[in-house]
């Protein structure tokens, strides 16, 4: 019905238009030169309009030729999906085993009839950077953008894989941002990402992404204890290199978690930093209840070592310590040092004394023997400086030696 209707509406309306002809005639004159040529204006424009459905119909039949003799010799060059798909696994394979420059060949001369061009061009992307064609990679991973626009991830990363193969971290660290753009999470961007802050020691950017790095990265737990000691330590030699001195440090030292704040070797340095800064009493401070509430022999023994504090107040400090721990040698060592600052030689000979029974030391060997030479009790001295000289020395092996 609806096709029987159109063909009445037509023919009604042919027929109008042929009786509206028929009653307003008309005539176009075209003059060329001495030439002229007369015809109706109807007449004119029904040949118009036949001479453009023929130039439609020459310029689709001349098009559709053109692309089929495109296609056939784009068959004959590159060769078959068959072929393509056999060329592309034998690239593969090139790739696979370094070969590279097959697998830049076949890899990239079979992209178009590919069945996943995408991977062709991602693999002789790399090949041609493996062959120090960077140019050459730069626009293969273009054509691989071309021929997949939604695998932006994908051409990113390997982007990324190739700037940092070749050292251009500062790029390799803006690709990757981009990467994170289109997937925050992803675990591969966030490890790369790792990498690229530690080599270009941007400890700020890596801080921003050590808990996405905590949720989703693939290192053990111990890896990230590392980064995130590393992490810090950096930050603190860094404020420590600041021109606003001990705030920068105090300030750094205050943003690093709690759990955190007891590290020994965090501790260590902020410590050092103080003391550098002229903080001396800040300083004995921090290392007091860091040992009141976690006791750690590395830390004893800075304590000891504290320059400008009150030397009679942390002797007295750590002689309480020694009653929950008589058979500490770290402790029994800095008192023997404390016991010296205070000028107290005797305390101090029976301190290191104690100390060489329980458990002999270079250093304890050290400082008795320093002691016993400013106490003139030379031949002692002697005696302990070889002690502790033969403790720092390897295990000796057995060898003759001369007779007297």
């Avoid at 930093?273 to 023994?301: C, P, T």
């Amino acid at each position: 019905m609806k096709y029987f209707f159109l063909f009445v509406v037509c023919l009604l309306g042919g027929t109008w238009f042929y009786q509206w002809v028929g009653d307003h005639p008309s005539y176009l004159l075209v003059v060329v030169g001495k030439t002229s040529v007369e015809m109706s204006l109807w007449f004119a424009l029904v040949c118009l309009l036949l001479l453009l459905f023929l130039y439609w119909v020459s310029h689709r039949i001349l098009i559709g030729g053109a692309r089929s003799v495109g296609k056939q010799v784009n068959r004959l060059w590159v060769g078959s999906e068959r072929r393509a798909q056999k060329n592309t696994s034998a690239g593969l394979l090139s790739f696979i085993e370094g070969d590279w420059r097959p697998a830049l060949r076949r890899l990239n001369r079979s992209a178009p009839n590919a069945q996943a061009p995408l991977l062709n061009y991602l693999a002789a992307a790399r090949s041609a950077y493996e062959l120090g064609d960077e140019q050459q990679a730069n626009a293969l991973l273009a054509k691989a953008e071309k021929a997949d626009p939604n695998a932006g991830l994908a051409i990113a990363l390997a982007q990324a894989r190739m700037q940092m193969l070749g050292k251009k971290y500062e790029s390799c660290a803006a690709t990757l941002e981009r990467a994170r753009k289109l997937a925050p999470k992803h675990p591969v961007v966030l490890d790369m990402l790792r990498q690229v802050y530690v080599h270009l020691q941007d400890w700020e950017s890596l801080e921003k992404i050590l808990p996405q790095l905590r949720r989703q990265s693939t290192l053990s737990e111990e890896e990230l204890t590392e980064l995130t000691s590393l992490l810090y330590r950096k930050l603190l030699q860094r404020a420590g290199q600041s021109s606003s001195g001990v705030e920068a440090i105090q300030a750094v030292w205050h943003q690093i978690p709690k759990q955190w704040q007891s590290h020994p070797e965090l501790l260590l340095i902020y410590v050092d930093l103080l003391e550098r800064e002229g903080e001396s009493s800040a300083a004995e401070v921090v290392l007091r209840k860091a040992l009141q509430s976690d006791w750690n022999d590395q830390l004893i023994l800075r304590y000891g070592l504290l320059r400008n504090t009150d030397a009679s107040r942390q002797l007295l400090k750590a002689e309480g310590w020694v009653k929950e721990r008589p058979g500490n040698s770290a402790l029994l060592l800095t008192l023997g040092r404390l016991s010296m600052r205070n000028e107290l030689w005797g305390k101090a000979r029976d301190y290191f004394d104690h100390c060489l029974k329980i458990q002999a030391s270079p250093e304890a060997y050290a400082e008795m023997a320093r002691l016993l030479a400013n106490l003139g009790e030379h031949e002692s001295s002697t005696e302990y400086y070889q002690k502790g000289l033969l403790m720092t020395a390897d295990q000796l092996p057995e060898l003759p030696m001369p007779h007297h």
